[in-house]
């Protein structure tokens, strides 16, 4: 029994990373994807604004996504590049826990 709950308490911080922690995905955002993009207002930075781009259809040439849900999200930041060679999106590595954090806010704005 003691072992089981032990157990158990090891997964709980991976469930609760999975699911991603909006506030912090904001200030990673901020930091990550300010940069190049506007993020709450709808103007074009170096890329399109992220406003409300949850469950948006791409506003970019050549992704064959039909809507930015989370799989999409997840596929393009993990590599830009290897959705849309030639994309202009450079992207330095970011973790999955940064990652999943940013996911959650952009969802959590829709
Ligand atoms: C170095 C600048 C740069 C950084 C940093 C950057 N992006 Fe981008 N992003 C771009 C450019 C440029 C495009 C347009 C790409 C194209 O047309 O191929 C783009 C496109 C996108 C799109 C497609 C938007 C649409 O309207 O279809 C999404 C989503 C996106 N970026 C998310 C992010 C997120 C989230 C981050 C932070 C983790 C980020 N980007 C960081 C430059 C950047």
Redesign the pocket.
């Known amino acids: 029994m003691l072992k089981k709950l032990l157990l158990l308490s090891c997964f709980l911080p991976t469930l609760a990373w999975a699911e991603g922690d909006a506030l912090r995905g904001k200030t990673v955002?901020m930091v990550?994807?300010g940069?190049?993009?506007h993020l709450n207002t709808g103007f074009i930075k170096?890329?399109?604004?992220?406003k409300n781009?949850y469950g948006?259809k791409?506003?970019?040439?050549?992704?064959s996504f039909d809507v930015?849900d989370e799989a999409a999200?997840t596929a393009?930041?993990i590599n830009?590049r290897a959705i849309?060679a030639?994309?202009?999106?450079?992207?330095p590595y970011?973790s999955t826990h940064d990652?999943n954090d940013?996911i959650a806010w952009?969802k959590s704005k829709q």
Do not use: D, F, S
């Open positions: 955002a990550r994807c940069p190049c993009h170096v890329g399109p604004t992220l781009i948006k791409p506003t970019i040439q050549g992704v930015w999200l393009w930041l830009p849309k030639n994309t202009r999106m450079r992207l970011l990652r940013i952009l």
